[in-house]
């Protein structure tokens, strides 16, 4: 995926190495106005004065694969720790099903397999 969103110039990767030898990549966003706008969207969903049986379950899905997948550009961690129980909330499993855990899960892997753990 990552590869495909370079080759669209929609990011740009740059890859180094930390201390010479654990493999990082930088992700800059191409296309600040598409951020901002998901940022948008995000605030509205999280936001208080929406019940949450009034979210679509489309945004509740949304804010669970973010906060899942760690995209900080997305929702950055204050504001997670600022919206913590509304967060988990509309990431019940019972309205999201089960991509972010399975998400949640292959990022854990793939960092510790990255640390050499």
């Known amino acids: 995926m990552e590869r495909r969103l370079e080759a669209d110039r929609v990011i740009r990767a740059e890859r180094h190495r930390l201390l010479g030898f654990i493999p990082v990549t930088r992700v800059t966003v191409r296309q600040a106005l598409a951020v901002r706008r998901i940022r948008d969207h995000l605030a509205a969903v999280m936001s208080e004065k929406r019940p949450i049986s009034q979210v679509d379950p489309h945004d509740a899905a949304l804010v669970a694969l973010v906060v899942a997948g760690d995209l900080r550009i997305a929702m950055p961690r204050g504001e997670r720790s600022r ?35």
């Open 83 to 117: 919206r913590k129980r509304r967060i988990a909330e509309l990431s019940a499993r019972d309205r999201v099903g089960p991509a972010p855990a399975a998400l949640r899960r292959v990022i854990q892997r793939q960092r510790s397999a990255a640390a050499g753990g």
